[in-house]
């Protein structure tokens, strides 16, 4: 019903930016309405959630991330981002793009991977 489709991954150095992107596609009513989001997992670890953006506006994230990460999202291209800046080591893994909303999804991307080297 939705597809989730994530882009700009790479290989960075710490104190690096990076800024991800993830373009919706699918049943327009879904995604309009959607809580969108970004997780992240590393390798041994369990996915663990980055930040959310409500379909109203409502920003929320991880602590490990306040005030070096920026979610944001264009609504007119159905389009979430994720402004990483401040990169280190530890925000190393496979970062998701997450979308749902009550009783539809989540649908889930096919993840990109972020390297940060020390």
């Known amino acids: 019903q939705v597809q989730l489709v994530e882009s700009g991954g790479g290989l960075v150095q710490a104190g690096d930016s990076l800024r991800l992107s993830c373009a919706a596609s699918g049943k327009i009513f879904i995604i309009k309405a959607m809580t969108m989001g970004w997780y992240r997992q590393a390798p041994g670890k369990q996915r663990e959630l980055v930040a959310t953006?409500?379909?109203?506006?409502?920003?929320n994230y991880a602590d490990s991330v306040m005030g070096r990460f920026t979610i944001s999202r264009d609504n007119a291209k159905d389009t979430v981002y994720l402004q990483m800046d401040s990169l280190n080591p530890e925000d190393t893994g496979v970062y998701y793009c997450?979308?749902?909303?009550?009783?539809?999804?989540?649908?889930w991307g096919q993840g990109t991977q972020v390297t940060v080297s020390s």
């Open positions: 953006a409500t379909s109203a506006g409502s920003l």
């Open positions: 997450s979308g749902g909303i009550s009783g539809l999804g989540p649908y």
